[in-house]
């Protein structure tokens, strides 16, 4: 049984309860995640502070211009905003009902742990980290001569390759089409299209979900992450097929919309719904 037939027995019986796991990646597209049961996507604020009695100390320290999420209930998405970066790290834990809070530090400022409201609820993993994690949303860039994540008791420094990155501008890019149908029948597959330039002097790792309503099961929006290596000045091509079974309750229009390094929605008509099934 797939995933989608999955929650849709499951749906009349878990209620309001929304999400699923989601699938691994692929090496430039789809990843299915999940829909809010009014259509909406859930959302959820990444704590800011990490359980655990004992910790075992902050490790694998990434810096990103944009970072990829995913979780267990809902979407999974992108936080892509100009002139932020995010440094996000592994943390160990051992033991529980104590919690160990961590500051950013780069040069006599400070940014305390938390990442912006995402998509989604009881996060998975962010960066490619799994759970959990701590992350901050600093500006871009932010050249630092001792960058370092500390707690009351103890620090730990960046590497250079990750304080090299905190003081580099982020890739930026032009969505120069989205390419979408006017309507749908539900029950069809939907092939939607984005053309993407990289419009900066480096090459970068272009990465936006595009949500897709899925009303009629006990999920979140499902999500279609876009993840692109693009040279710089080039353009590239995605294109998505997104299953439409599960969309709405009613025919009409409903929106896709588009988040991360690009931003855009779109109006398509849902049609010949069947209400019964």
Request: aromatic share 4%; net charge negative.
């Amino acid at each position: 049984m797939n995933r989608r037939q999955l929650l849709a027995t499951l749906g009349a019986g878990i209620g309001g309860l929304a999400g699923c796991l989601s699938g691994t990646p692929g090496e430039s597209t789809v990843t299915p995640v999940g829909t809010d049961t009014d259509g909406e996507r859930t959302t959820s604020q990444t704590p800011t502070a990490t359980p655990g009695d004992d910790t075992e100390g902050v490790s694998d320290i990434a810096v990103r211009k944009a970072v990829r999420y995913e979780s267990l209930l809902g979407s999974g998405g992108v936080l892509a905003a100009e002139g932020r970066q995010y440094v996000v790290a592994s943390v160990g834990t051992d033991g529980d009902s104590r919690e160990t809070e961590y500051v950013f530090e780069a040069d006599g400022q400070t940014w305390e742990a938390g990442l912006p409201t995402i998509a989604g609820g009881n996060t998975r993993s962010v960066a490619d980290r799994d759970w959990p994690v701590v992350g901050f949303e600093v500006p871009s860039p932010l050249p630092a001569s001792n960058p370092q994540i500390r707690s009351a008791d103890d620090a730990w420094a960046l590497g250079a390759d990750a304080t090299e990155t905190l003081g580099e501008p982020g890739t930026r890019y032009d969505l120069d089409e989205l390419t979408t149908p006017e309507s749908v029948s539900q029950g069809e597959t939907m092939t939607v299209g984005l053309d993407v330039t990289n419009v900066s002097d480096a090459p970068g790792r272009f990465l936006a979900a595009v949500y897709w309503p899925t009303d009629r099961i006990a999920d979140d929006d499902e999500s279609h992450v876009v993840d692109r290596r693009v040279p710089a000045g080039d353009t590239i091509t995605a294109s998505l097929d997104i299953n439409t079974a599960f969309t709405a309750d009613e025919s009409g229009p409903v929106t896709l919309s588009v988040e991360g390094h690009a931003s855009a929605s779109r109006e398509i008509r849902v049609e010949n719904v069947d209400a019964d099934n």
